[in-house]
């Protein structure tokens, strides 16, 4: 045997890399498949067998592709993976590096969902600074869904329940298939300009496919530009579409929307009765607080109150009267006392009560009394006053003695 027919397993496995390498369809391939075995590494790198009911072929991801991938990879979804099919030299084993993989059928319409739902959050058309409130109590309430199926009778049941005198206009829209998306779109429109006060856009659940004119640009932005709250009503609720993030609300179902949309008269009856209690509580107690507020100031109204100073005044000056009264009183009565006790002392002094006594005194002839024999000489007029009178008589003589046990100027016998 010749050396040269022997190689090396290395030059086996760097024969057919070349090989691969210099095919131009193994560099650029798109193979669709169903996921299985997939791991994602701690690295970064996805490793994945993709199989179908033929065959199965490796597949890995490196984390420097993962961001042609814009969902997370699981077993059992249908997949297109693109990329190049290469030997890994150490193994001797071919596998398929992938640069990009895409859901196939629905799974490819999820993928567009979830492009467009970025590309319009970039925009800032999910941002709560451009959402409308929903008027708290409205008069109209427009409609854009289909005009049979649950839907628009779960709207109509519920909002006449909640308040018989909102008016219901109802645009009957195309809500699926290739005509759905300018239908719903001239439904907001022709509600706009009809003025309703708010919009409910919606309808029944289904499957993607179904729901997808809810997920059209288009519609998004329609609803976006619409002057009038929109509450979005897409299905049950685990569906969500691209329609309910644009909205100013989203509703779970259309009869949540309803709910949310029109408000339960009844409750509003029973909060005004409330506030009715309250308010006449609040004013009966308002009402006693002015009440005895007004009666402490007619009290000190009255207090100080002109007529009623000059009451004070007039009972001050009764009452200082009476006082003086009993004061002079009292002095006229002490007075009284005093005097009839000087009139009783005057009485001892007094000279005419001494001449009622039986006394007399007697004068010259200057009316000065004689209190002693000096004071007159013999030949000299003198007068004698008794009780009844007086005498004019002459002294003849004069006799000077002591007179003892009797009062001074008593000289003249009884």
Known sequence: MQNRNIYTVAQVNSYIKNMFTQDFMLQSIRVKGEVSNCKYHPSGHIYFTLKDIKGTIACVMFASSRKGLSFRMSEG????????????????????????????GAGALYERYERLKRDLEERGMFAAQYKQPI????????????????????????????????????????????????????????????????????????????LWAFNEEAVAQAI???????????????????????????APTPSAAAELAVYDI?????????????????????????????????VRLKY???????????????????????????????????????VEQMKGLSPLDKLNQGYSYAADAAGRTLSSVSQTAAGEQITVYVKDGRIKASVTDTET??????????????
């Open 77 to 104: 979804q249908q997949v297109v993976v693109n990329g190049s099919v290469d030997v890994y030299e150490r193994d001797g084993k071919y596998q398929l590096y992938a640069r990009e993989i895409s859901l196939d």
């Open 135 to 210: 008027p708290r109590y409205i008069r109209t309430l427009g409609v854009v869904t289909a005009s049979t199926g649950a839907a628009v009778r779960d709207i109509i049941n519920i909002a006449t329940r909640r308040n018989p005198y909102v008016q219901i206009i109802l645009y009957p829209a195309i809500v699926q298939g290739e005509a759905a998306v300018p239908s719903i779109i001239n439904g907001i429109h022709a509600l706009e300009r009809q003025g309703v006060d708010t919009i409910i856009v919606g309808r029944g659940g289904g499957s993607i496919e179904d």
């Open 224 to 250: 976006f530009d619409c002057s009038v709250p929109i509450v979005s009503a897409v299905g049950h609720e685990t569906d969500t579409t691209i329609a309910d993030f644009v909205a100013d609300l989203r």
């Open 266 to 298: 009844g409750q509003l009856q029973d909060r005004l009765d409330e506030y009715s209690y309250t308010m006449r509580h609040h004013m009966e107690a308002v009402i006693q607080r002015i009440r005895r507020e007004a009666a402490q100031y007619g």
């Open 304 to 342: 100080v109150s002109p007529a009623n100073r000059i009451r004070m005044k007039r009972t001050q000056a009764l009452s200082l009267e009476e006082r003086i009264q009993n004061v002079m009183e009292g002095l006229l009565v002490e007075r009284r006392h005093r005097l009839a006790l000087y």
């Open 401 to 414: 003695r002591e007179l003892t046990g009797r009062e001074p100027g008593e000289v003249l016998r009884q």
